[in-house]
């Protein structure tokens, strides 16, 4: 169903079947999706067209630079853009005091699409 209104998200996945997956659901629903195969990655594109993306979706345990790190320097860059985490092991590497504090949520995988697609409406809408 198409529920998205062409909003622009950075998808951070280093998992290539995942990443595909996801963008495909995103696209789906009428995303705009860029990727990223790393937190490295997703900085750099976010420091591209900073204004121009709605939402990050980031994972949180990523090589090169994980969805933390990746946060972080994306936040210097634009702090009120909205992040959404996926994690398989979110007490490892998201500590609830971090995400507490910057008002963060985490998708826990595996997830359905519906599950996905309503994470998404959830942080465009700010709710």
Same mark, same amino acid.
């Given at each position: &169903?198409?529920?998205? *209104?062409?909003?622009?998200?950075?998808?951070?996945?280093?998992?290539?079947?995942?990443?595909?997956?996801?963008?495909?659901?995103?696209?789906?629903? *009428?995303?705009?999706?860029?990727?990223?195969?790393? *937190?490295? /990655?997703?900085?750099? $594109?976010?420091?591209?067209?900073? %204004?121009?993306? !709605? $939402?990050?979706?980031? !994972?949180?345990?990523? &090589? =090169?630079?994980?969805? #933390?790190?990746?946060?972080?320097?994306? =936040? #210097?860059?634009?702090p !009120?853009?909205?992040?959404?985490?996926?994690?398989?092991?979110s007490? %490892?590497?998201? &500590?609830?005091?971090?995400? %507490?504090?910057?008002?963060?949520?985490v998708?826990? #995988?595996?997830?359905?699409?519906? =599950?996905?697609?309503?994470?998404?409406?959830?942080?465009? /809408? *700010?709710?």
């Amino acid at each position: &169903p198409q529920i998205g *209104g062409g909003e622009t998200i950075l998808v951070a996945e280093d998992d290539a079947t995942v990443r595909e997956l996801v963008v495909r659901i995103l696209r789906g629903a *009428g995303y705009r999706v860029i990727e990223a195969e790393d *937190g490295q /990655r997703a900085v750099e $594109l976010f420091a591209e067209q900073p %204004d121009a993306i !709605d $939402l990050v979706l980031l !994972d949180a345990v990523m &090589p =090169a630079l994980g969805g #933390k790190d990746a946060y972080e320097l994306i =936040a #210097k860059q634009r702090p !009120d853009v909205e992040v959404l985490f996926a994690s398989g092991y979110s007490a %490892d590497t998201l &500590p609830q005091s971090f995400l %507490d504090a910057h008002g963060l949520r985490v998708l826990s #995988k595996p997830y359905r699409s519906d =599950a996905l697609l309503e994470a998404v409406r959830q942080a465009l /809408r *700010g709710d």
